[in-house]
């Protein structure tokens, strides 16, 4: 999931990652990982297991960050289908990765640094 904040309300994570903030914790069908202060970013994902690295040109003042899968059992890829993915086509309209659902696709990236 791609965020331009780390002050993230628990619906948007919610909504970007597939867990649910409750009062036991963060849930996810049958699991529930506790959050002993309540839900922030940071503590959130750590506890989840989950990367946040700078997405951006500016590493030492990003505008985007990158917030990963969890990985609870130690795993990094959780299941073979890749979340959505909505990026520009080259006119400028909006792409989904979803709409190639059911077909084979690699994804190539590249980063400068």
């Known amino acids: ?3 331009d904040s780390l002050n993230m309300d628990p ?3 919610h909504e970007g990652t ?3 903030i409750k009062p036991e914790g963060a849930c996810k069908g049958d699991v529930c990982v506790p959050l002993p202060d309540g839900f922030d970013l940071r503590s ?3 506890r ?3 990367a946040i690295v700078p997405a951006s040109d500016d590493d030492a ?3 985007m960050w990158a917030v990963g899968p969890e990985s609870l059992t130690g795993r990094a890829l959780v299941s073979a289908e890749a979340p959505e993915l909505v ?3 080259l006119d400028g309209n909006p792409w989904r990765l979803s ?3 059911g077909k084979k696709v690699l994804l190539v990236a590249w980063a400068p640094y």
Do not use: I
């Open 87 to 89: 990026l520009q086509d």
């Open 48 to 50: 989840l297991g989950m």
């Open 1 to 3: 999931m791609l965020v």
């Open 99 to 101: 709409s190639m659902r």
């Open 61 to 63: 003042d990003p505008r």
């Open 11 to 13: 619906e948007a994570f």
């Open 18 to 20: 597939g867990w649910e």
């Open 44 to 46: 959130t994902a750590e």
